[in-house]
């Protein structure tokens, strides 16, 4: 594993793995979600072979990488996000987020424009999480907000608390299809539990609090946007975002394709698959 480090001493640690650096292919980029780590992306990673230069990394407090009180806010790993780029030399790559690294990305985009993104690709995130005071209940269920204030401060709550363990546990869970092996289950849970607290639960209550609906409409790179008919987030929350990035394209994962919420590692044929086809394909966003 490599290592980058940032601006506040945190070590972060990436795999890179595909084609190397230099040879012409183009670089994908891959960021976990909250709690999770890059190895998570293992079995994405055979399957697209030496097609790209793919760069996986574990956020700060996540996984490999180091420990830090500093950043507890996703405009801090969308920070962390830029300075991966700089320091790895990447003058340009296409960028996927799952789950809470989506927000990331739309955090990078607000931050840093899209000079260095060639497209993005977006796994399974609502634009917004809770129901915040200005968010009227026709648009909640759309964008898929389902948690209130006493939810988010209850979750929290828990995670800092004596059944900590069990609270992340079931939160996993949720997001899996109920049929999921036993040895799998419990090789994502204890690459949950690398996360460390209580950064972990400060992290998770500034990313639930975000409202990334109006970054959505001046995304002015290719889109790929992806759901799942068994995942804990609204299908029709995915069908809502790529309505409003420009050109944007969706596709929803059926349950025989690994739909739940980590569709790459479910189902990383059929997942790569789809990816692929949009990366090749050269989209333009219009």
């Not at 420990?67 to 030399?89: F, K, T, W």
């Not at 204030?149 to 900590?164: M, N, P, R, T, Y």
């Not at 990313?207 to 889109?223: N, T």
């Amino acid at each position: 594993m490599g290592e980058v480090m940032t601006r506040d001493g945190c070590v972060l640690r990436y795999r890179e793995s595909g084609a190397a650096a230099g040879s012409g292919r183009e670089t994908l980029v891959l960021l976990p979600g909250w709690s999770q780590t890059a190895a998570m992306y293992d079995r994405l990673l055979d399957e697209l072979g030496d097609r790209y230069r793919v760069i996986a990394y574990d956020h700060r407090n996540h996984g490999g990488s180091g420990s830090s009180d500093n950043g507890a806010r996703i405009a801090a790993l969308a920070a962390d996000l830029h300075e991966v780029l700089e320091q790895l030399g990447i003058e340009e790559a296409h960028l996927l987020g799952n789950s809470m690294g989506c927000s990331v990305l739309w955090s990078y985009v607000d931050l840093y424009g899209t000079a260095r993104v060639s497209s993005l690709v977006l796994v399974d995130q609502p634009s917004v999480c809770a129901l915040l005071p200005w968010l009227a209940q026709e648009d909640a269920a759309q964008v898929g907000a389902i948690m209130d204030f006493a939810g988010a401060s209850g979750f929290v709550q828990g995670l800092l608390g004596a059944d900590s363990d069990a609270v992340r546990r079931d939160f996993l869970r949720s997001m899996l299809k109920p049929d999921i092996a036993a040895a799998d289950f419990d090789w994502l849970l204890g690459q949950n539990m690398m996360m460390r607290m209580p950064f972990g639960a400060r992290l998770l209550l500034d990313h639930v609090m975000q409202d990334w609906r109006s970054v959505l409409p001046r995304i002015d790179v290719p889109a790929l946007v992806t759901g799942g008919e068994q995942s804990h987030v609204d299908a029709g929350s995915q069908r809502w975002i790529a309505e409003q990035i420009p050109g944007a394209e969706l596709h929803i994962f059926s349950p025989a394709e690994g739909g739940d919420h980590f569709p790459f590692f479910e189902d990383p044929k059929a997942f790569a698959a789809v990816l692929t086809e949009f990366l090749d394909s050269g989209p333009v966003a219009t």
